[in-house]
């Protein structure tokens, strides 16, 4: 079992390892709600924000279209719908790929998204044009931590259900974070090493990414390990596997990272400037004229998706582009 194995383990990997049961074994959905869940809108914004983005990189066919991290297929296939009804050319020329290491939530996937191509990684996705999302994806992906102790560093690792800390090596500790005695400052291989392939790919050839997940704006010190059971907050380290485990995405070090391998970058931006620039408001309220009677439902779902104190705020966007390519719609350029 995860939870009691008693030689000390690395965050990162103990992270990993619990991540791997929990998606395994558990319908993720009873212990936390995401944005494609909350409204359909959601996903059709971000297929037509798809559907223009091909049209911006000059419509290339054919084209990857790809989502890292697609939890139950709800935003994919939300994204797909409104793709067809108003972009049948990008339809077209789009093949769907998938990277999901979970086989159950593969399943069902395969029921939403018919004739999609499973990958565990980026690796096997085809090296052609790409447009590629992830939803609450990469605060997922595993964590390494370190602590401030005197004038250096220890690294946090699991034992026994506890934390204890072993001297860490100061080369791997990130810099220009606060360092006040016991401050913890974080750092996600995982999330560098996607963000900085996705940032490759999109400069050696065609292609936009389209992250969105929580944190803040810029890099900060602080403990953001966080866990859910059934919708409430436990204690991440004696659950190992039958919660979620999720940190803060640090955006302004993967914006830095993508800029660094040779993308154009947008954002990070609030979640909820993105969805109102593409007409969250406006799509919410036609679909109520349709579905009178879901017509509260729908406006409750929009507010929570946009208002600051909700997760309009807490939620960012950043995008990236092939330096080719003009901007990017519902983001500021810098
Ligand atoms: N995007 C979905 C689901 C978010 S939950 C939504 O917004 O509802 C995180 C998703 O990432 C799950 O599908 C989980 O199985 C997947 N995942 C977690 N770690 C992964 C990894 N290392 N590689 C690929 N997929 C992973």
């Given at each position: 079992m995860a939870a009691t194995a008693l030689v000390p383990e690395r965050l990162d990997r103990f992270m990993a390892r619990a991540n791997a049961i929990y998606y395994a074994s558990h319908d993720p959905f009873a212990d936390f709600t995401t944005s494609p869940e909350i409204s359909q809108v959601f996903g059709e914004i971000i297929g037509l924000w798809a559907a223009v983005t091909w049209q911006l990189l000059g419509?290339?066919?054919?084209v990857v279209l790809a989502e890292a991290?697609?939890?139950?297929g709800t935003l994919m296939a939300d994204a797909l719908r409104a793709i067809r009804g108003v972009a049948p050319d990008f339809a077209a020329a789009l093949r769907v790929h998938l990277i999901e290491t979970s086989p159950r939530l593969r399943s069902v996937q395969a029921a939403r998204i018919p004739g999609a191509t499973w990958h565990?990684?980026?690796?096997?996705?085809?090296?052609?044009p790409l447009i590629l999302l992830a939803n609450e994806?990469?605060?997922?992906l595993p964590i390494r931590q370190f602590v401030r102790r005197g004038d250096g560093w220890t690294e946090r690792f699991v034992a026994g259900g506890e934390w204890t800390e072993q001297p860490a090596d100061p080369d791997d500790v990130p810099t220009g974070r606060a360092t006040g005695e016991g401050d913890i400052v974080e750092l996600n291989e995982a999330s560098r090493a996607f963000v900085g392939a996705v940032a490759a790919r999109v400069n050696r050839q065609t292609g936009a990414a389209l992250f969105l997940d929580y944190g803040p704006r810029s890099s900060a010190a602080g403990d953001s390990l966080q866990a859910l059971a059934d919708k409430r907050p436990v204690?991440?380290?004696?659950v190992a596997g039958s919660a979620d485990l999720t940190a803060h995405v640090d955006f302004a070090d993967l914006a830095a990272i993508a800029r660094a391998r040779g993308a154009a970058v947008q954002g990070p931006d609030t979640q909820g400037a993105f969805l109102s620039a593409l007409g969250l408001f406006q799509r919410t309220e036609r679909l109520s004229r349709s579905q009178p009677a879901k017509a509260p439902e729908l406006a409750q779902a929009a507010k929570r998706l946009a208002d600051p104190e909700a997760m309009g705020h807490l939620f960012k966007v950043l995008a990236l582009r092939s330096p080719a390519a003009p901007g990017l719609p519902g983001l500021q350029s810098p």
């Open positions: 419509s290339p066919t054919p991290g697609p939890g139950r565990d990684d980026l690796g096997t996705v085809p090296d052609e994806f990469l605060d997922a204690n991440p380290l004696t």
